[in-house]
């Protein structure tokens, strides 16, 4: 009799060769005044360095075995002041190269990389289907002449197939406040983090919009990213929730409740990144509010662009995710719960002191085999040294067998975190794609372990999940 062959799963991967630009420039293209880079990299030893000259850096990333899927794009920038606006672009091509359409363009504005706003930023974004002939991603970094001596720093990108395009509607605020619902918000365009528009709140405030889910698979996780910005020193509460409706529009029950602290964002002017993921949604839920309530002290100004709104195969694996629950779950050695109002979300973190620690949890995984996996997490690093080195972080995801047995490292990078003193401290946020999980694989073990160093970690939010 024939064997019975094992279903054929479409390319998962991060279809980026050579992301985090560890061999330099041998995968990519380039144009003007670019280099690597090994002083400031915020995935391994290496960024890719645009220098203040006009530059470009571009790749060509096949899309076979990917199908008809719309793609997540993600990538870390770091500028210094008077660097030059950033454009990148996806575009389509067919197997001779031609351009077939533009799958994404995103324009992030000179003043994300200015002054105190100078941190290092993680962008979130989809990509529309692939048209039918697609043999190719083109996927291209470019930007202006600058001022002297001006920089822009890119690393680990991410290129990954997902379930769907953005559902939000107008997600960019392109169209000022349409499609949305406001309350205390208005248009704003002197300062998004990407494309010319946000949303901008005067005081507490609430924001939301129902987007359409009717035609999804029943039962479907969603992701969800946004971005959060507070020019002034204002302690504010933000609320995130993802709430199911039916078809009267009536709340279900709620798919995701993301708290935010007063502090989180109070040192940091420039935009912070989510990314969060809803529990599966109820049957009969036809729409997913997406409801933004942020609550100050008085008059202040609250920035929200980029809202991404996509299905993906699995709700959050990770149990205990944002250590809310002391370090239930978690496997740890020279790790802490801390009680900390700067938390990225709720009100704990997984505090790693100079001298080092590690910190590891098993997470269960059904009909793994040949599958990716999305890990994503937040991290802050401080010192009482004036010239602290950077912090290092090493993260893994390890594959396991029915027998407790490691198959295989199916992700490892290094994240590095500048370090400042406390008050000056701001969250960096890491994401990254494994490998395909090679037969056998019941389990992921993921693991977190910091040398000692002359600063300590905080470590929130951890994120394993299907694209």
């Not at 999305?374 to 950077?390: G, Q, W």
Request: hydrophobic share 45%.
């Amino acid at each position: 009799m024939p064997r019975n062959k094992a279903p054929r799963l479409n390319v998962c991967r991060n279809l980026v060769l050579d992301h985090s630009f560890e061999e330099g420039l041998r995968n990519w293209g380039v144009s003007g005044d670019v280099t690597y880079y090994s002083g400031q990299p915020f995935t391994g030893n290496q960024s890719l360095h645009m220098n203040s000259g006009a530059a470009s850096l571009f790749q060509n990333v096949s899309l076979a075995g990917v199908g008809r899927r719309p793609l997540f794009l993600s990538f870390n920038v770091r500028g210094s002041q008077g660097a030059a606006d950033l454009i990148v672009d996806v575009i389509w091509l067919d197997r001779s190269l031609r351009v077939l359409g533009v799958g994404q363009h995103m324009y992030i504005g000179a003043e994300n990389f200015t002054g105190e706003l100078n941190a290092p930023l993680t962008f979130f974004e989809i990509t529309d289907l692939p048209p039918t002939q697609a043999a190719y991603a083109k996927l291209v970094f470019s930007k202006q002449e600058g001022a002297v001596d001006s920089y822009i720093d890119i690393d680990q990108v991410i290129l990954a197939p997902i379930h769907s395009i953005n559902l939000v509607q107008n997600h960019g605020f392109e169209r000022g406040l349409l499609m949305w619902n406001p309350t205390n918000f208005i248009a704003g365009f002197s300062f998004p983090l990407e494309g010319g528009g946000f949303a901008r709140g005067q005081g507490d405030g609430l924001l939301t919009q129902d987007v359409y889910i009717a035609n999804q698979p029943p039962r479907s996780s969603y992701l969800l990213s946004f971005a959060l910005s507070i020019p002034e020193a204002v302690a504010v509460e933000t609320t995130v929730r993802v709430q199911w409706l039916n078809s009267d529009g009536t709340v279900i029950s709620d798919g995701l409740v993301f708290f935010i602290p007063s502090a989180s964002l109070l040192n940091r002017q420039a935009y912070l990144t989510y990314v969060a993921v809803t529990s599966p949604a109820p049957l009969g839920a036809v729409r997913a509010r997406i409801r933004f309530e942020n609550q100050g002290a008085g008059l202040f100004e609250y920035r929200i662009d980029q809202v991404l709104f996509a299905r993906i195969s699995l709700s959050n694996l990770v149990q205990n995710s944002s250590f809310e629950n002391d370090l239930t779950s978690w496997d740890s050695d020279g790790v802490s719960a801390t009680n900390m109002p700067t938390a990225y979300e709720g009100s704990w973190v997984a505090s790693i002191p100079a001298t080092g620690g590690s910190l590891s949890q098993q997470v269960p995984l059904l009909r793994a085999t040949g599958r990716c996996y999305l890990l994503s997490f937040a991290l802050k690093a401080t010192s009482e040294e004036e010239e602290a080195a950077d912090a290092v972080l090493l993260a893994r995801v390890i594959w396991v067998d029915r027998f407790g047995r490691e198959l295989g490292l199916g992700l490892g990078f290094v994240a590095r975190v500048g370090v400042t003193e406390s008050e000056d401290a701001t969250w960096s946020v890491f994401a990254a794609i494994t490998e395909p999980a090679p037969p056998g694989t019941v389990a992921a073990k993921l693991q977190f372990s910091m040398p000692e160093s002359s600063a300590s970690l905080e470590l929130d939010h951890v994120v394993f999940t299907r694209l």
